[in-house]
């Protein structure tokens, strides 16, 4: 069981960013899939969420209407397209995953999470 981000980078505000979590779960087509995100001195916290089917999506407040997370359940690939950028988005994002059909936004429901991608966002 692996998930890897990738696509995390340097950017200035207002810039777009995309990150890709490939997984190897098995069936990864049965899996909620979530990213989270944790700041310097901060505790991880939810970004957005999505079902197994590619429904459902959830959003933190402070990133509805600038981030959209999808899958590709062929290519056993989470997405998430982070625009707007701002310094306050600067942390490691990470996927993870949780078996099941509804979407959680708690990261201790999340079992299964990898390495993750370093964002930063410069002012």
């Known amino acids: 069981v692996q998930l890897q981000a990738s696509g995390g980078g340097l950017v200035q505000t207002g810039d777009s960013l995309s990150l890709s979590c490939a997984a190897s779960l098995g069936t990864f087509s049965s899996y909620v899939m979530g990213w989270f995100r944790q700041a310097p001195g901060k505790e991880r916290e939810f970004v957005a969420a999505?079902?197994?089917?590619?429904?459902?999506?959830s959003y933190a407040d402070s990133v509805k209407g600038r981030f959209t997370i999808s899958r590709d359940n062929a290519k056993n690939t989470v997405y998430l397209q982070m625009n707007s950028l701002k310094p306050e988005d600067t942390a490691v994002y990470y996927c993870?995953?949780?078996?099941?059909?509804?979407?959680?936004?708690?990261?201790?429901?999340?079992?299964?999470w990898g390495q993750g991608t370093l964002v930063t966002v410069s002012s």
């Open positions: 999505i079902d197994s089917s590619g429904g459902s999506p």
């Open positions: 993870q995953a949780r078996g099941g059909s509804v979407v959680a936004t708690t990261t201790r429901l999340y079992y299964i």
